[in-house]
């Protein structure tokens, strides 16, 4: 059974730097392409970075583009979010999803295992 194990949430103040970590309960771990999704309060779920399962492709939303970055550390079975320069808009619960050896997407469908979420709470 795979279980994805969301760390890292906190309340900061806009400008600030924060780290979200996603943990995966698998040894197969390099081969899952891995993302992260939010879900803001009173709106859907949104995509937000994706990384495949070589470590080769990475995708970002656009409103993230140049403030975020997506890694992945296969000796650890972790995926990284590093958000910088955090706004109020990026107020959300952060959610971590796997997909077994697919290609990287935008779509939460295409996604098979979700972890439980972490908030991330900007201030202004």
């Known amino acids: 059974q795979v279980q994805l194990i969301e760390s890292g949430g906190a309340l900061v103040q806009a400008g600030d730097s924060l780290r979200l970590s996603c943990a995966l309960s698998?040894?197969?771990?390099?081969?899952?392409?891995m993302a992260w999704f939010r879900r803001a309060p009173g709106k859907e779920r949104e995509f937000v970075a994706t990384?495949?399962?070589?470590?080769?492709?990475?995708r970002l939303a656009n409103s993230v583009k140049g403030r975020f970055t997506i890694s992945r550390n296969n000796a650890k079975n972790t995926v990284y979010l590093q958000m910088n320069s955090l706004k109020p808009k990026d107020t959300a619960v952060y959610y971590c999803?796997?997909?077994?050896?697919?290609?990287?997407?935008?779509?939460?469908?295409?996604?098979?295992?979700w972890g439980q979420g972490t908030q991330v709470t900007v201030s202004s």
């Open positions: 999803a796997a997909r077994y050896f697919g290609d990287t997407s935008y779509f939460d469908k295409d996604y098979t295992y």
């Open positions: 990384i495949g399962w070589s470590g080769g492709s990475t």
């Open positions: 698998k040894q197969t771990f390099s081969m899952y392409t």
